[in-house]
């Protein structure tokens, strides 16, 4: 069974630029997850879907991000236009719907801002 | 609010036990976590103790639970030079619902 698949897995742009970054869950679980990790800090909650409802936002920045799940399986998360501070590894996961605090997170993506 | 807090480094002779610790301050903390990192992979969820257990033993890994002083630790005996990673501590509660709190991580680095 794959694991939680994030892409690309690592994406540098300039700042004021857009970047689209992708998740793909295990397959059935119908929470989805994004998290970030900035300049070595800690890992922080940015949002969580469940199937294709935005259950809680709380933890998005600013409207440059907008998250997506169209469907109720894979994920998008946009910053536009992105800014240095963005600049750290995005991390999705995932869970079932009967265990949904038992988390798998995919790889990362590093983004890195210019 | 929610904070869990860790060590930054831990340095360990191969094949000694490693002790990493963490405290955490939500009272109402459900499910504490250790996750791993090795280099340029992503978060591998190592081991979770529910908040009503003092214990979990796993193979090598063993979770000790005081819930009194909010104080979790991951012991890994016989470390090994895979071992070698990140170790996260966090947790999920009541008032966070089902997002993760994370600790800054713990580098664990075996020599020789």
């Known amino acids: 069974e794959a694991g939680v698949t994030q892409f690309p897995s690592h994406s540098v742009i300039e700042k004021g630029q857009t970047v689209t970054l992708r998740c793909d869950p295990i397959?059935?679980?119908?929470?989805l997850y994004w998290y970030r990790r900035v300049m070595g800090k800690e890992i922080k909650f940015l949002l969580h879907?469940?199937?294709?409802?935005?259950?809680?936002e709380s933890g998005m920045p600013n409207n440059r991000f907008l998250a997506e799940r169209t469907g109720g399986t894979y994920s998008t998360l946009k910053v536009q236009p992105a800014e240095l501070e963005d600049s750290g590894v995005y991390f999705c996961?995932?869970?079932?719907?009967?265990?949904?605090?038992?988390?798998?997170f995919g790889a990362g993506t590093r983004l890195s801002v210019l | 609010g929610e904070d869990v807090e860790q060590s930054l480094f831990l340095s360990v002779r191969e094949g000694d036990s490693s002790v990493i610790n963490c405290t955490y301050t939500?009272?109402?903390?459900?499910?504490l976590y250790w996750y791993k990192q090795e280099p340029g992979a992503g978060l591998q969820l190592l081991t979770y103790?529910?908040?009503?257990?003092d214990m979990k033993q796993d193979q090598r890994l063993t979770v000790l639970l005081n819930k009194k002083d909010k104080h979790l630790s991951l012991r890994i005996a016989d470390t090994q030079t895979g071992d070698s990673a990140i170790y996260f501590c966090?947790?999920?509660?009541?008032?966070?619902?089902?997002?993760?709190?994370f600790g800054s991580g713990t580098r664990l680095s075996i020599r020789p």
């Open positions: 397959s059935g679980h119908d929470n």
């Open positions: 966090a947790e999920t509660s009541y008032s966070s619902a089902s997002k993760i709190i």
């Open positions: 103790i529910f908040s009503n257990m």
């Open positions: 939500d009272s109402s903390s459900t499910y």
């Open positions: 879907f469940v199937k294709e409802s935005k259950q809680d």
């Open positions: 996961a995932s869970s079932q719907q009967g265990a949904k605090n038992i988390q798998y």
